[in-house]
């Protein structure tokens, strides 16, 4: 009943930005928490960055001031804002939320496809 579409990935050099964005759509009651996560090949998923719904934020220690995540809770979405992009920042990112549909009394965790993000040196 819920979905996550993720876009903004692609390939940059190291120092570039790119912008990614999710959104949630479908029969949606409210959105609890946020949150970018990222895989490399042979590597597992990491959490990038979280946001709650009252808009306190987490990032993990390698994203610490050159991304920025966001929310804008009127079109259920989340942003990650990626600057001075490293090779090791390459991977494939996924958009997760927690989620409660209209007619459910619970929050389900629902993710994106993922968006592949590759940073060449």
């Known amino acids: 009943q819920v979905q996550l579409l993720e876009s903004g990935g692609g390939l940059v050099q190291a120092g570039g930005s790119l912008r990614l964005s999710c959104a949630a759509s479908g029969n949606i009651f409210s959105i609890n928490n946020m949150g970018w996560y990222r895989q490399a090949p042979g590597k597992q998923r990491e959490l990038v960055a979280g946001?709650?719904?009252?808009?306190?934020?987490n990032y993990a220690d390698s994203v610490k001031g050159r991304f920025t995540i966001s929310r804008d809770n009127a079109k259920n979405t989340v942003l990650l804002q990626m600057n001075t992009l490293k090779p090791d920042d390459t991977g494939v990112y996924y958009c997760?939320?927690?989620?409660?549909?209209?007619?459910?009394?619970?929050?389900?965790?629902?993710w994106g496809q993922g968006t592949q993000v590759t940073v060449s040196s």
């Open positions: 946001i709650t719904s009252g808009g306190s934020t």
């Open positions: 997760n939320a927690a989620v409660r549909s209209r007619g459910s009394f619970y929050f389900s965790d629902a």
